[in-house]
């Protein structure tokens, strides 16, 4: 945060809110500030933008408010106020840049700010400096919340809404932020682009893949029906969907079909960072038969495909061992995928985790965890049982680690409901994906291994 005396709002009458100043116009601001929040109606917007160009004080502004071009009716006060910043950026200096209007507003960690109006008690943030990889564009803001009220873990470092992109773009800011040595993966939700700014924002994916990055895109506006809807939304033209979704994925994107797809490759690409995309060749393994057969149902996703190769003749012997010395051999034979049965414990499972991904012949897996099986530690600590996901000895515990020493990438499943939920936290945290549907699990490593492989050659 900032040192109050650093604040100020701008009210008519009041002389102070919440503990700070207030003065009653913006030619009252004694000095230049950084960030100007606009947060009043449509109708005041331009008085507002004019004193701030023409006395000079802000550096950037974010607008707030909504009914500007989206609104029928509102298309030349629109049209007025980008000539108006234009104008602006030509004088010497160029004036404050804008972001919005119709912004839910910015989280910036590194800049130790928060102007979304969403109270803590409706979506809980992380506070703090930490690392965080993920930078969030999109715009729509009801979009971002939401999926970071689903996915809270993702804790981005910057998340924008850029609205109806008034001055600052998409493609400006992915141009801008791709060289922050801390950001490794965007996030990126599009209703339209502004005239010539899809090329700019293809040309900067690509540079962003070039410094090996990744780019998660989903284009709104496929139908009539979407298209009208986004320029009800954020005064946005949809454009052609075929062109946009080949142009972004020809850059090296991970092209997002649904919300479902967004949220599945933020889900491996955020913790597969420095994994190795060696090849399509999968490893499937689960505690479970129908994970099995569900995994090896859905190793095709439009165009890519893994396989399922046999393991190697050392790996065989490993594993025929690991089922020996644990009376497993006479349920369960060594292929691929391979169903470990309910009966394996935590320290087997590990095990034989550990000997698949020393096989030469694989070059990522999926690893499949029904927990409900007695067999394993999988609840947090609890009374009438004595088993703890926070034993060294459990699956929670031994997993991650195990993964870690590999550079090939590993998804885990954990199909099963909320019992679990602690179970997923620590892997997670120990660095894994974590879905909770194999299919969705083996389909979102597909398209990593594809985008990845195409991005090499």
């Known amino acids: 945060g900032f040192d109050r005396d650093n604040l100020h709002i701008v009210h008519p009458t ?27 109606g449509a109708d005041q917007v331009a008085g507002v933008i004019n004193d701030l160009i023409e006395l000079d004080r802000a550096n950037a502004v974010i607008l707030i408010p909504g ?30 840049i804008f972001l919005g209007g119709n912004s839910l507003g910015v989280i910036s960690h590194p800049g130790c700010y928060d ?22 564009i999109s715009q729509s803001g009801a979009f971002i919340i939401s999926t970071l009220s689903c996915m809270p873990w993702l804790d981005p470092a910057y998340a924008l809404s850029i609205g109806n992109q008034i001055d600052l773009t998409a493609g400006d800011l992915l141009a801008y932020i791709k ?37 998660v895109f989903y284009k709104a506006g496929r139908t009539s029906e979407g298209r009208s809807a986004t320029a009800g939304h954020t005064a946005s033209v949809a454009g052609d969907y075929a062109v946009c979704e080949n142009a972004i994925s020809q850059a090296g994107a991970f092209v997002a079909s649904d919300f479902g ?4 490759f933020l889900r491996v690409t955020l913790p597969l960072r420095g994994k ?16 099995s057969v569900g995994m090896a149902d859905s190793i095709q996703l439009n165009g890519a495909e893994l396989v399922l190769p046999s393991f190697e003749a050392r790996t065989e012997e490993a594993l025929a061992k690991i089922l020996s010395d644990n009376r497993l051999d006479g349920l369960v034979d060594v292929k691929n995928p391979f169903d470990v049965t309910p009966m394996a414990g935590d320290t087997v499972f590990t095990d034989i985790i550990v000997e698949v991904l020393g096989d030469r012949g694989i070059d990522a897996a999926v690893v499949g965890i029904v927990p409900l099986t007695p067999a394993m530690q999988t609840l947090a600590p609890g009374e009438g049982y004595r088993e703890s996901i926070n034993d060294p000895g459990s699956i929670a515990q031994l997993l991650p680690g195990a993964i870690a020493a590999s550079d090939k990438p590993v998804v885990a499943v954990i199909d099963s409901g909320v019992p679990f939920d602690p179970l997923v936290a620590i892997l997670r945290a120990g660095g894994l994906p974590v879905f909770r549907a194999a299919d969705r699990a083996v389909r979102a490593l597909c398209k990593w291994v594809d985008v990845k492989s195409r991005m090499r050659n």
């Open 14 to 40: 009041a002389t102070e809110i919440d503990g700070v100043s207030c003065v009653a116009s913006i030619s009252d601001l004694t000095d230049k500030v950084d960030l100007f929040v606009v947060a009043v």
């Open 67 to 96: 009914g500007i071009g989206e609104k029928e009716g509102s298309e030349n006060l629109e049209a007025d106020l980008r000539d108006r910043i234009r104008e602006a950026h030509q004088r010497d200096g160029g004036g404050p």
């Open 115 to 136: 102007t979304m109006f969403i109270p803590d008690t409706k979506l809980p943030k992380s506070r703090g400096k930490h690392a965080r990889k993920l930078c969030f």
């Open 179 to 215: 060289d922050d040595p801390e950001i490794e993966v965007f996030a990126v939700y599009m209703e339209g682009f502004q005239p010539c700014d899809g090329h700019a924002f293809a040309a900067a994916v690509k540079e962003t893949v070039a410094l090996g990055k990744d780019v």
């Open 261 to 264: 797809e967004f949220c599945d």
């Open 276 to 291: 190795k995309a060696a090849g399509n060749r999968m490893a499937a393994v689960s505690n479970a038969g129908y994970e």
